[in-house]
């Protein structure tokens, strides 16, 4: 079964750096994009990052200009530098990938489990 696995996620200070990774595993012959989403709790998913399989990006305003998106083709793994964090970036990060995991579907959302980032002041 197609799985993304997440990691990086801790408690980090305001100013802070933290670097999360995301390797999908199982049964996936292609991924098109993969991004990062975020969600506090009482508010919906949002989106972070995103990076295409070519390469192209889409980063939410928030987030611009401090964190940045990127992936390796060859280990199906996605990565988020997120650098001079703050406090408002506290929430728990899920993976996303659209992928192919059967040869009989097209591509389908994939979901990590989240890992939880915390900026304090």
């Known amino acids: 079964q197609a799985q993304l696995v997440e990691s990086g996620g801790g408690l980090v200070q305001a100013g802070g750096s933290l670097r999360l990774s995301c390797a999908a595993t199982?049964?996936?012959?292609?991924?098109?994009?993969m991004g990062w989403y975020r969600q506090v709790s009482g508010k919906q998913r949002e989106l972070v990052a995103v990076?295409?399989?070519?390469?192209?990006?889409v980063y939410a305003d928030s987030v611009k200009g401090r964190f940045t998106i990127s992936r390796d083709n060859r280990k199906n793994t996605v990565y988020l530098q997120m650098n001079s964090l703050k406090p408002e970036d506290t929430a728990v990060y899920y993976c996303?990938?659209?992928?192919?995991?059967?040869?009989?579907?097209?591509?389908?959302?994939?979901w990590g489990s989240g890992t939880l980032v915390t900026v304090s002041s």
């Open positions: 990076v295409t399989d070519g390469a192209s990006t």
């Open positions: 996303n990938a659209k992928a192919i995991t059967t040869l009989s579907h097209g591509y389908r959302e994939i």
């Open positions: 199982g049964t996936i012959f292609a991924i098109n994009a």
